[in-house]
């Protein structure tokens, strides 16, 4: 059986000597970790690889002028790097994302991302379900 590391790794925990369980986890917990991960870097914040993150970084602070394809093309840059470095996650049944512009969920102008992921696990077919809320640019009215 696989071992995964929890993110951020607990150095202390292992100096320490704790027990294993102290600094690892399932591996439906290590895929959810490894997806905010991505999801929350931009290019080039990974020096052994440029291009791991999310492209939606690129485009922060840009006022879309058609929310519908904006939306779109956060949902492609999203799925397009889950898929390109999670690789534990055969096939993505659900992958939905909600825009809300609500001013008191965002913390007074921007816009709030509510994204869903449904898929099943590599070689087990077991299924695996994250959702997470990003708070994203500001808009303009």
Same mark, same amino acid.
């Given at each position: 059986?696989?071992?995964?590391?929890?993110?951020?790794?607990?150095?202390?925990?292992?100096?320490?000597?704790?027990?294993? *369980?102290?600094?690892?986890?399932?591996? !439906? =917990?290590? /895929?959810?970790?490894?997806?905010?991960? $991505?999801?929350?870097?931009?290019?080039?914040?990974?020096?052994?690889?440029?291009?791991?993150?999310?492209?939606?970084?690129?485009?922060?602070?840009?006022?879309?002028?058609?929310?519908?394809?904006?939306? *779109?093309?956060?949902?492609?840059?999203? !799925? =397009?790097? /889950?898929?390109?470095?999670?690789?534990? $996650?055969?096939?993505?049944?659900?992958?939905?994302?909600?825009?809300?512009?609500?001013?008191?969920?965002?913390?007074?102008?921007?816009?709030?991302?509510?994204?869903?992921?449904?898929?099943?696990?590599?070689?087990?077919?077991?299924?695996?379900?994250?959702?997470?809320?990003?708070?994203?640019?500001?808009?303009?009215?």
């Amino acid at each position: 059986m696989a071992t995964y590391y929890n993110i951020p790794f607990s150095f202390e925990a292992v100096l320490r000597r704790e027990r294993r *369980e102290a600094f690892t986890c399932t591996v !439906e =917990e290590s /895929i959810a970790q490894n997806i905010s991960l $991505i999801i929350t870097s931009k290019f080039n914040e990974f020096r052994y690889d440029a291009t791991y993150g999310c492209e939606i970084w690129e485009v922060d602070f840009v006022v879309p002028s058609n929310m519908n394809i904006w939306k *779109e093309e956060i949902k492609a840059a999203l !799925e =397009e790097a /889950i898929m390109k470095y999670e690789h534990r $996650i055969d096939v993505l049944e659900v992958f939905k994302i909600d825009v809300d512009r609500d001013r008191r969920r965002s913390g007074g102008g921007g816009q709030v991302l509510d994204f869903q992921i449904i898929g099943s696990i590599h070689g087990t077919n077991k299924k695996f379900e994250y959702a997470d809320t990003l708070f994203f640019s500001p808009y303009s009215r």
